[in-house]
């Protein structure tokens, strides 16, 4: 199976800082790497897929990238709106998987 | 622009069966390029994988859930979710979701049901 290992789990950061989480997968997942944004009380909403896919309607202050199997969601300029916890998720192999969440705070 | 929606009981009582049902309005369960899922999420905790299925392929089922579960498109707009002999271990929002084409994740998710297992 494949473990999602994220970090960091919590992180606290101002307004229009630059807010950088990390996925990492315990084998490779090729290009099939994806981020969610989840607001309390809500559905998870698709952010990127396909490692740097912008979905459509995302702020383009969001991006992703990939080294190896260590995957990337930058927020380039935190708004107040980001206060949220991200997923990264796997759906290379079965049985696909989740990161553990990073609840993402304004200071 | 898919919609997901979720039905079932908001609470079921230890060691019975689960049954959720997410209605997609507009759209063919059996259309070749959707891969349709459910996920689920304790309170307070992550997201959890429970299983995938599409018109065209095998059902795939997170292990530790396999021996209790059941996915299945069960009418053209709908596909529904069956959780034997349940614990309280088992109390979470259940969300159906779905990968609208290849190389997709999941890019449209239902609302949420929460479920509690409780006598």
């Known amino acids: 199976d494949t473990q999602m290992t994220q970090s960091p789990s919590t992180l606290s950061a101002s307004v229009g800082d630059r807010v950088t989480i990390t996925c990492r997968a315990s084998q490779s997942v090729d290009l099939w790497l994806a981020w969610y944004q989840q607001k309390p009380g809500k559905a998870p909403e698709l952010l990127i897929d396909?490692?740097?896919n912008l979905e459509d309607g995302v702020p383009s202050r969001f991006s992703g990238s990939a080294s190896g199997t260590e995957f990337t969601l930058t927020i380039s300029s935190l708004q107040a709106d980001d206060v949220a916890t991200y997923y990264c998720?796997?759906?290379?192999?079965?049985?696909?998987?989740f990161g553990g969440g990073t609840k993402v705070e304004i200071k | 622009q898919l919609q997901l929606h979720e039905s079932g009981p908001g609470l079921v009582k230890p060691s019975e069966t689960l049954s959720l049902t997410c209605s997609v309005p507009g759209a063919s369960v059996s259309s070749f390029h959707y891969w349709w899922a459910w996920v689920r999420q304790p309170p307070g905790k992550g997201l959890e994988w429970i299983g995938t299925r599409s018109y065209h392929d095998s059902a795939f089922y997170n292990e530790s859930l396999k021996s209790r579960l059941t996915i299945y498109l069960d009418s053209s707009n709908q596909f529904s979710l069956r959780l034997d002999s349940v614990t309280a271990a088992d109390t979470a929002v259940y969300y159906c979701?779905?990968?609208?084409?290849?190389?997709?994740?999941?890019?449209?998710w239902g609302q949420g049901t929460m479920v509690t297992v409780s006598s």
């Open positions: 998720h796997q759906y290379s192999l079965y049985p696909i998987s």
């Open positions: 979701a779905v990968r609208s084409g290849y190389g997709r994740a999941f890019d449209v």
């Open positions: 396909q490692v740097s």
